[in-house]
């Protein structure tokens, strides 16, 4: 067979559609397949999540998607800028994103903490 008419054939056969698995699949595959724990899986969902987030927000700093090409070389510049120095000081400290995230949350919650004290004494 020749390719001229193996390709014809492909493209008169019906094409397969392309759906996505749901999450529940997902799950299932990577914990019966591939071997991951329940909690490795949930972390997995919270790092994509927390960094899907962090993509939106650069992309806001630059100006949203509309504007992301008039965005000034100097502008780009000083957010990879930001970005490179975020990872080496998380290199540096030895820490991952992930534990920086949790800092973060752990700053919040104790800073929360901080304002209702001052507010009930206040009262």
């Avoid at 008419?5 to 699949?25: G, N, T």
């Avoid at 299932?28 to 960094?51: C, K, N, P, R, W």
């Avoid at 070389?73 to 970005?83: A, G, V």
Wanted: proline share 2%; glycine share 4%.
């Amino acid at each position: 067979m020749d390719i001229d008419s193996y390709e014809a054939d492909i493209i008169k056969r019906d094409p397969v559609p392309c759906e996505r698995l749901s999450a529940k699949e997902r799950e299932q595959l990577l914990t019966e397949i591939g071997g991951a724990s329940q909690s490795q899986v949930m972390q997995g969902s919270i790092q994509a999540y927390f960094d899907s987030k962090m993509r939106a927000e650069t992309l806001e700093k630059i100006g949203g998607l509309r504007k992301c090409n008039s965005v000034r070389p100097l502008e780009r510049f000083l957010i990879m800028k930001e970005s490179v120095a975020r990872k080496i000081n998380r290199a540096r400290r030895g820490t991952s994103s992930l534990k920086e995230q949790q800092q973060l949350w752990d700053n919040a919650h104790a800073a929360a903490r901080r304002n209702s004290a001052q507010a009930a004494r206040q009262v």
